[in-house]
């Protein structure tokens, strides 16, 4: 079966579907009819928009949802610095290295006392969050629940949470998400959420995105449908965390405190309400999840080795170059090979593209010759050589033809690959061996 057998059950519903206008109600009737914006909207919710790209954006690129909530994101104190080791000023500020050789990491590692905002470390990142250019990659590893009554939002970009091991669960301003392990989930910039491990620490990779939005790639000669099918996607329901009275929506007062990452910053506000007080929304600004297990995977049926972009899930078009990518999002899934008279394993190559490849899942090694392990990482940059171990080599040269299941499960690797050169931070050197 082409779905991933998740060990936790899911226990939310989802609308289905990428880039569809969806509509979803936690109270019946909670989106007006035809308008947006009535003088005062059914349960005399009010109205607010969170848009995602410029109001002139041509309908292809054009991005928004209507919420209908108990109070306006404006009403909320005034932000102060809140201080974390995410992103921290210190870190933002020291100059990024520049490494051009071979780069592993075996294992980030872990901290206890730390929640999903607090536990994340920028590894490396380029470009500028104030002109919107570029991308960072993070890494999380949460052992703590986030504090009662707080919520998180990033202005600087979407966030793709690539989950290594254990559970999320997420609620956000549209609804809920449990995210597991080979499931994969975007949060576009600006959506407030928090979120609770659900049996015990998390951790795993995040790709933010400095610029525009993750989009389906195009799948050309392809056809209809292959890769990550837009059907498979799946987007939250409205959750409204109040009650009706007299047929007006209201929620309890209660102190919240929202953490804005800002410039690369973390800053924090209080406020008088919960901020998941939406009763509905509509439009196609929102977050969203996949299962990497309904990956349709497409690969060559006779002769030579497909290029990776072919195991795109999700990607960024650059402004810059037709056909290049900010970053496309890869997935190395179990698949069959059948390929004659060739070479199994990537072949030896250097490119224009930055590659940071990392590790999900992984059958037990016992060899103990495994470069790094899930939640470590490679990185290789522009023009850096890489390709098989000396032992791989010899073993494929030596491999007897005939079809192969490789990568069985469990088994799951993924790869983001950049245009940019990845700058490392302090936390990215930390761990990093340089080849
Ligand atoms: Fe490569």
Not at 281 to 306: A, C, E, M, Q
Request: proline content about 8%; charged content about 20%.
């Amino acid at each position: 079966m082409p779905v991933t057998a998740f060990a936790i059950e899911e226990k939310y519903k989802y609308l289905d579907g990428l880039r569809a206008y969806h509509q979803s109600e936690a109270l019946p009737g909670a989106n007006p009819i035809a308008q947006n914006s009535p003088q005062i909207g059914p349960y005399e919710l009010l109205t607010e928009c969170i848009s995602g790209s410029a109001f002139a954006s041509p309908r292809a690129a054009s991005s928004q949802t209507w919420l209908y909530r108990v109070s306006a994101s404006l009403d909320r104190g005034k932000y102060v610095s809140y201080p974390s080791q995410l992103t921290s000023a210190a870190e933002k500020e020291r100059p990024r290295t520049y490494d051009p050789n071979y780069l592993t990491w075996k294992d980030f590692g872990m901290e206890l006392g730390h929640d999903w905002v607090t536990s994340q470390k920028v590894l490396c990142q380029s470009g500028d969050i104030a002109t919107k250019a570029g991308l960072a990659y993070s890494v999380y590893a949460a052992t703590e629940d986030m504090p009662p009554n707080s919520a998180f939002f990033s202005s600087d970009g979407d966030y793709l949470i690539v989950p290594q091991s254990g559970v999320l669960d997420i609620h956000t301003e549209m609804g809920n998400i449990l995210l597991r392990p080979c499931e994969i989930a975007v949060i576009p910039r600006g959506i407030k959420y928090r979120v609770n491990l659900v049996g015990g620490f998390a951790r795993g990779y995040i790709c933010e995105l400095f610029h525009g939005h993750y989009q389906l790639p195009e799948l050309g000669p392809l056809g209809t449908s292959a890769l990550a099918n837009p059907r498979d996607f799946q987007v939250p329901t409205a959750v409204f965390n109040g009650t009706v009275i007299d047929n007006v929506a209201t929620c309890e007062a209660a102190n919240w405190t929202l953490i804005n990452k800002f410039n690369g910053r973390l800053f924090s506000c209080t406020r008088g309400q919960t901020p998941f007080d939406v009763a509905a929304w509509h439009g196609t600004y929102y977050p969203y999840k996949y299962d990497l297990g309904r990956f349709n995977v497409i690969g060559s049926l006779l002769y030579d080795h497909p290029d990776p972009c072919i195991f795109t899930v999700l990607t960024a078009p650059s402004y810059r170059e037709p056909g290049t990518a900010l970053v496309d999002f890869a997935i190395f899934p179990p698949r069959w090979q059948v390929m004659e008279d060739t070479y199994w394993l990537p072949p030896f190559h250097l490119n224009t593209m930055s590659e940071f490849v990392g590790m999900i899942m992984k059958e037990a090694d016992t060899s103990g010759d495994l470069v790094f392990k899930p939640f470590g990482g490679m990185m290789t940059g522009p023009m850096t050589p890489h390709g098989s171990t000396k032992k791989e080599h010899e073993e494929e040269r030596s491999k007897e033809f005939k079809p192969k299941k490789i990568a069985t499960e469990p088994f799951l690797a993924f790869l983001f690959e950049s245009e940019a050169m990845m700058g490392l931070t302090e936390a990215g050197l930390k761990h990093a061996e340089s080849k």
